[in-house]
């Protein structure tokens, strides 16, 4: 990783974890679960634009997200946040150079952090999952790591032009290692399966 990225990267990682401490008291249950080497997808569910870093920061190293390439002009920030390990996709999430490149960073060894359900949830609740992640399964075999993310909804929810400084808490399972008898044939049906099957993992998980 060039000195700049690795810079910038665990630049605002720490101020994430700093804010996200001081404002809403974060803290991480079961880290010890998350690989600290190989190739990885953190599969976590999505209700508020906070999601990303919250789960980026639990991890000991750097990851790689997925971003709306609009984010990219963003005074400021937008230049910056390819060294953020940021990956932008065209709006709509359908984008397959954008899955290409996580496929790519997951057979060098990296980890990604990915969202089954592809949208933040209009109420909080667990919604159904998305093919997307079912794909990256099939084409890479990597361990995923289902995390549950609580709390976010609730501090800033999707549509809300205010922030609440409510408690957060980031629960990490067990990884789930897929085969190719669990892919199957490899079509669409069989990655929402897979896709869902992340996502029953992630309702498992419950604060202790």
């Given amino acids: 990783m060039p000195a700049r990225v690795k810079f910038t ?19 991480i249950l079961h880290r010890e679960r998350l690989p600290e080497t190989g190739g990885v997808i953190l599969a976590a569910n999505h ?11 639990c991890s000991r190293r750097p990851v790689h997200y997925l971003a709306r390439k609009t984010l990219m002009e963003w005074p400021f920030f937008g230049p910056l946040f390819p060294d953020m390990n940021v990956i932008p996709v065209d709006r709509g999430g359908n984008d397959m150079s954008a899955l290409k490149t996580v496929i790519k960073k997951i057979r060098e060894g990296e980890g990604v952090v990915l969202f089954p359900e592809g949208t933040r949830s209009p109420d909080g609740n667990l919604q159904p999952a998305q ?21 976010s909804y609730e501090a800033f929810p999707r549509g809300s032009k205010g922030v609440k400084f409510h408690p957060i808490r980031v629960v990490v399972g067990e990884p789930i290692v897929f085969t190719k008898e669990d892919v199957g044939k490899g079509g669409r049906d069989d990655y929402q399966r897979l896709s869902q099957l992340v996502m029953d993992a992630i309702g498992t998980l419950h604060l202790e």
């Fill in 9 to 27: 990267y665990w630049f605002f990682a720490t101020l994430a974890r700093i804010f996200a401490k001081l404002l809403f008291r974060f803290r």
């Fill in 47 to 57: 209700q508020s634009y906070f999601d990303p870093p919250l789960v980026g920061i």
């Fill in 131 to 151: 093919a997307g992640v079912g794909l990256v399964i099939a084409k890479t075999l990597a361990p995923v790591v289902p995390m549950r993310i609580f709390g």
